[in-house]
T-cell receptor, first 112, second 114 residues
Framework: GESVGLHLPTLSVQEGDNSIINCAYS??????FIWYKQESGKGPQFIID?????DKRQGQRVTVLLNKTVKHLSLQIAATQPGDSAVYFC???????????FGGGTRVLVKP | DSGVTQTPKHLITATGQRVTLRCSPR?????VYWYQQSLDQGLQFLIQ???????AKGNILERFSAQQFPDLHSELNLSSLELGDSALYFC?????????????FGEGSRLTVL
């Protein structure tokens, strides 16, 4: 797929273990953050979002943590499955909300 | 299936040529975004339209232009193509152009410039 060729940091995780993907953002004015998953040959797909007035939000098997003090965002995936293998992007939106700025991405490889 | 349709899926052309990429947003979505994904730069925001009007501009080259039509579909025009323009071009749509909310991405148009 197209995203396979990206020169990205890679996280290898054993099936069933938890994964933690980290993201640093630069714009202190950003007030909305999203994690996207991009599988090979597909477009980015929404996973979970969080507003800046929160520091934690949970979804199904995923948790996003936001630390505004150090401008850090993380995505935790519980009980990682083979289908979780993909490239994960964090994205931030500024107060004007006119564009979503994406981070560089992290490739997650799940080992059986 | 995100509901966003992009055509063509693959396009191969030569340097100096011009191509048009087409995007149909999800039904009801008023805002369309274009992103470029190349090997060494990840997802780069190009431009956004909301209900036919340009709303925000990113790192879009002067050789590139876009528009959103009354039926809300959008086209991205790439001219005087260079080898470095080879990339995946994604279109995304959302209901609103300003409120926080997820973007729904199409499957992308893969452009190869030879």
């Amino acid at each position: 797929g197209e995203s396979v060729g990206l020169h990205l940091p890679t996280l290898s995780v054993q099936e069933g273990d938890n994964s933690i993907i980290n993201c640093a953002y630069s714009n202190s004015a950003s007030d909305y953050f999203i994690w996207y998953k991009q599988e090979s040959g597909k477009g980015p797909q929404f996973i979970i979002d969080i507003r800046s007035n929160m520091d934690k939000r949970q979804g199904q098997r995923v948790t996003v943590l936001l630390n505004k003090t150090v401008k850090h965002l993380s995505l935790q995936i519980a009980a990682t499955q083979p289908g979780d293998s993909a490239v994960y992007f964090c994205a931030e939106k500024d107060l004007a909300g006119n564009k979503l700025t994406f981070g560089g991405g992290t490739r997650v490889l799940v080992k059986p | 299936d995100s509901g966003v349709t992009q055509t063509p899926k693959h396009l191969i052309t030569a340097t100096g040529q011009r191509v048009t990429l087409r995007c149909s947003p999800r039904s009801g979505d008023l805002s369309v975004y274009w992103y470029q994904q190349s090997l060494d730069q990840g997802l780069q925001f190009l431009i956004q339209y909301y209900n036919g009007e340009e709303r925000a501009k990113g790192n879009i080259l002067e050789r590139f232009s876009a528009q959103q039509f009354p039926d809300l579909h959008s086209e991205l025009n790439l001219s005087s193509l260079e080898l470095g323009d080879s990339a995946l071009y994604f279109c995304a749509s959302s209901l609103s152009g300003t409120k926080a909310g997820e973007l729904f991405f199409g499957e992308g148009s893969r452009l190869t410039v030879l």
